[in-house]
């Protein structure tokens, strides 16, 4: 009877700790022959609750936007959650030649307006030349403006042709007001942008940080910016930590992050709590994880493991009751599939 009792014990454990997750897959390319692919998620929750998920919509090929000359910008949204989606909308759309690619949002607390930027590129006349966008949304993503150009007000002279972009997934704001978000320009560093007037002007924050590829921002609890980072030519995420509004930087390695070189997310879940999401691998991108930081990213543990198989670029959001949703590229980028991560799975008592 012990033995039988302690096999029911061990073969319950085992069920919980590998309880599988519903995966809803938002972008199927089998609904549309014409696309080669959906890549590059972001996810924000609108201030009334709404989730608005963006992704591009890559035709002709799966190549990024240097190499393709029909990338548009899509949009589905939920109103309950999750459990369901409006239809894929296509918000932005240019002519063959002209590409828009890599959307990441921001949402204003205070104006309750959505900031959705991308990059984009004309190859037919400006091959290789990176301009950048934005446009916003006043009822929680029913309508758009026009696309502004915001490429003059954040890049410095000389930098017109090198190689970068605004980092996709989302870009964050601070307690008091200002509008953050990262630009990485592959030779010169990852440098933080924003707006302190709420979109109407931005600027670009003088000090580079590295090492950095795409990279997260967020205010911790004590007012201090928080990157972290992929870098490409390591195994392991780096943080890079300023108490001065971006003037100057400490930077430091997070061995308890492996990662392969992919975009994560990285958001404040509340005043204790850090969430990250990744390839959680050194190696390859595979095992989605979300991890846990109590200690203002210092430290990370208590990994959820979302899904084991290929997994890449991720996009999280907090839920109306406090549960996580994410989205993310699944299978080899077939899939990008919104998954819902109840609260008491990743924050233990």
């Known amino acids: 009877m012990k033995q039988l009792f302690l096999y029911i014990l061990l073969f319950t454990t085992f069920i919980s ?27 924000i929750t609108t201030t009334n609750g709404t989730l608005i998920a963006a992704i591009d919509e890559r035709n002709n090929s799966c190549g990024d936007l240097k190499w393709n000359r029909d990338i548009n910008i899509v949009i589905r949204k939920s109103f309950d959650s999750g459990k369901t989606w409006t239809k894929i909308e296509k918000i932005v759309d240019y002519p063959m030649g002209e ?38 949304s006043s009822n929680n993503g029913e309508n758009w403006s026009s696309p502004i150009e915001i490429t003059s007000e954040i890049i410095k002279d000389g930098w017109e042709k090198d190689f970068m972009f605004i980092t996709s997934g989302r870009g964050t704001q601070t307690k008091d007001g ?9 030779n010169k560093g990852t440098h933080v942008f924003g707006s302190k007037d709420h979109g109407k002007t931005w600027f670009l924050n003088e000090s580079p940080i590295n090492p950095g590829d795409e990279s997260k921002i967020l205010e911790l609890s004590n007012g201090d910016w928080l990157i ?16 001065d509004k971006g003037i100057s930087w400490t930077t430091f390695k997070n061995y308890d992050l492996p990662d392969p070189g992919c975009n994560a997310s990285l958001i404040n879940y509340n ?4 969430l990250f999401s990744n390839a959680f691998d050194s190696k390859s991108r595979i095992n989605l994880a979300l991890s846990v930081s109590k200690d203002e990213g210092k430290t990370w543990k208590e990994n959820l493991i979302i899904y084991k198989g290929k997994s890449a670029y991720s996009s999280m ?14 299978d080899d980028y077939s899939k990008n599939v919104f998954v819902r991560i109840p609260k008491d799975r990743f924050i233990k008592n």
Not at 22 to 27: A, G, I, P, R, V
Not at 178 to 185: D, E, G, Q, Y
Not at 271 to 274: G, H, P, S, T
């Open 317 to 330: 959001t907090k839920l109306k009751n406090g549960d996580i949703g994410l989205l993310f590229e699944k």
């Open 271 to 274: 005043k204790n709590y850090l």
């Open 17 to 43: 700790n590998s309880q599988n997750f519903e995966y809803k897959d938002l972008f199927d390319i089998s609904t549309n022959p014409s696309v080669s692919c959906y890549r590059i998620p972001s996810l």
């Open 99 to 136: 590409s828009a690619s890599d959307p990441s949002m921001i949402v204003d607390q205070q104006t309750k307006e959505i900031f959705l930027f991308y990059n984009y590129m004309n190859l037919d006349k400006a091959k290789d030349v990176y301009r950048f966008m934005v446009m916003k």
């Open 178 to 186: 200002i509008l953050l978000h990262c630009l990485v320009n592959l």
């Open 228 to 243: 972290n980072s992929r870098v490409n030519s390591n195994n392991s995420r780096y943080s890079h930590i300023s108490k």
